[in-house]
Every structure is written in structure tokens, then in C-alpha cells.
């Protein structure tokens, strides 16, 4: 689907925050309306579904700033674990 296509089906507003977006052309500002791909983990590995929704850059980009810097602290927390020597 396409931004424009997102946009009729699920409205001008983010996802996330559900404020309304930015659909001028350029795109790439903050503001900008992007295409998010939320995975269905209900459905498990291969036949995992992604589904678009409609997102701002920003929170579209800080969404996944917050989860590469969870994983980043869990690879810390099991370098810790492994360096205890301890089940
Ligand atoms: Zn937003």
C-alpha cells in the first residue's frame, strides 16, 4: 500500500502519537508521513504478516531508536550474565 492508499484507509493522523502528519511533498522532514511495518507476532516466525500503517518520520525514527537501545541493553545484560560464570 501506498502512502496515499494508507492515508485513505487509515486516516491523516500517526500512528503512534495521533497527531496529524505532514503529506506535502518533499518528504523527509519530521513531520512527514512514513510507512511503518508493524510485524503480527501473534502469527509466529515465517508467517509473520507485516502490516503498514502511516507514521511521522520522528516517531517512526524514535521508535526505533528505543528498540536498537533495548536490544543494546540486553546484549550488555547477558554479556554480564555469561561473565558471572553462574546459571
Ligand atoms: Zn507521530
New binding site residues.
Partial sequence: MSVRALRSTFGPN?H??G?PMDFDEPYGRPESATIEHLIDSTLGGVRAQKHRRL??A??NHTRNEFRMQAEREFQRWISARQASGKP
Fill in positions: 500517526c503512534w502519537c497527531l507514521a511521522h520522528i516517531c
